[in-house]
């Protein structure tokens, strides 16, 4: 279809009667090629008018992918006549393959062609739509509406895919910016692929839960709906569930030897991320709520199984796009800024189990405890963003100790991953926190937690850092304190007379 390109519109019925026949695999390369091919837009918009007429247009394609879902199950392995069914589609629909050699005239090798006992033309063009919808989402001039049409007609295809929901995930993730001004587009999407799986074996609620799939079938134009907390706490529980390994939960216990996903939790986690992604609503309001989960609603959840539903919660959020969990550095500058860190003994806020156990616990330690699962869970490409954070964030806002202290609890538990998954980063975030301590030195009259924020340097020093970043930090310590440059002379080496500097705060 190369040259296609340069057919006028008026004379591309020609094109289309000649690629009309399905059977020849000549069709197959020219759809690949066509949805490959990074072509200028003008270019492209002929293409794609062109496999619109060969795809929508042609009614023996779309009565044979009809025949073929009506007739067929997905679930071969537990049909006992689904060869004699699918034998009885290809006397229908016959497709002929041979080998090159058979299709010289002068070969002597008589025209004997291969069965087809597993395959046919329907189940190799689902790759085909797969990569045909992506290319008509990363057009320009987006061919939305040729999308919507494409799932109408051929959408009950991917009854037969054999990975649904994962090829939702990496849609609905990768185009998350270009598919956030469309929830139609995004309900549409799900509805199709999640619905063509309706007549098999599966629950209800096996993907998709009842608030979410009552907004699936509502009007078209209905893409007002915000979802409550109820829903989050709903959509949240039900993996905690699941991974509790509870009977209650809807994800099938089946035979995971013919499932996409390794076991439940798996499963409940892709469907999770699915649901949320389709929402009518921007990311950075999904993320909030999903927070808030946690830092709001914490006293409708079991105060015995709160570390579930935390690590729930961070599962969810590292397994969404940025915008959904980059919300959690709004929710630590603000509690960077709450007037509690100075009020209250910092290592006693910041204990977590301790204060819980005597039902203390403070906002600030549910926001420490659930940044450390998140991070957690966090790639190493997300966590590298740790130390850009505090330098553009966090440094222009602190100026006590508190606060210190606060941010040294928040990084501290990630410095050995940092160190064998990503040493620049640690390099980097070591420098920010000397460069932040100076400007806690230079605001505080009197530092009443010395000794613990010396400690904890001289820790990073020994165990992770070394000499790394020997250089910048004895720079720093020339402007702190004496009392400071007093303890950290053994990392910077600066003499200091111990006779004339006490060993008390300044």
Known sequence: ?????????????????????????????????????????????????????????????????????????????????????????????????????????????????????????????????????????????????????????????????????????????????????????????????????????????????????????????????????????????????????????????????FNEFPNPAAHALYATCVELMALPTAGQIVGAALLDIILVSASRLPRENIMSWMNAVGLILTALPDTYWLVLNDRIIETIQNPLLQTTNPFQLFNFDRARSMFAEQHCGYLMVLCHTVWHHAGIGQLSLLPQFLREKVKPIVATEEQYLFICHLVGPFLQRFHSERTRCLLDLTVELYEILVIVDKSCKELHYIDPITDFLYHIKYMFVGDGVKTEVEKLIRNLRPALQLRLRFISHINVDEATTPLTAS
């Open 1 to 257: 279809m190369g040259d296609a390109v340069n057919v006028q519109m008026g004379s591309s019925n020609l094109l289309i009667d000649e690629a009309i026949c399905w059977s020849d695999p000549v069709f197959e390369k020219k759809d690949d090629d066509e949805a490959l091919r990074n072509l200028e837009d003008n270019q492209a918009q002929i293409c794609f008018f062109i496999i619109q007429c060969l795809l929508i247009r042609a009614n023996e394609f779309k009565s044979r992918i009809a025949d073929f879902v009506r007739e067929n199950n997905p679930e071969h392995w537990v049909i006992n006549n689904w060869h004699e069914k699918h034998m009885a589609f290809h006397r229908k629909h016959q497709e002929k393959f041979y080998y090159e050699a058979m299709q010289d005239p002068n070969s002597p090798i008589q025209h004997q062609y291969l069965p087809m006992y597993f395959g046919n033309l329907c189940l190799r063009f689902i790759p085909v739509l797969d990569i045909l919808i992506h290319r008509l989402l990363e057009m320009p001039n987006s061919k939305f509406q040729f999308v919507e049409t494409i799932l109408e007609h051929l959408g009950g295809l991917y009854k037969f895919h054999d990975r649904p929901i994962t090829y939702l995930y990496n849609t609905l993730h990768y185009y998350e910016k270009r598919l956030v001004a469309r929830p139609i587009l995004k309900r549409r999407l799900v509805h199709s692929i999640v619905g063509a799986l309706k007549d098999t074996s599966r629950p209800p609620n096996w993907c998709l839960s009842d608030n979410f799939i009552k907004y699936t079938q509502s009007p078209a134009d209905n893409i007002n709906w915000l979802p409550e907390m109820d829903y989050y706490v709903k959509l949240v529980g039900r993996l905690v569930d699941t991974m509790a390994g509870k009977s209650s939960c809807p994800f099938p216990n089946c035979d995971w030897r």
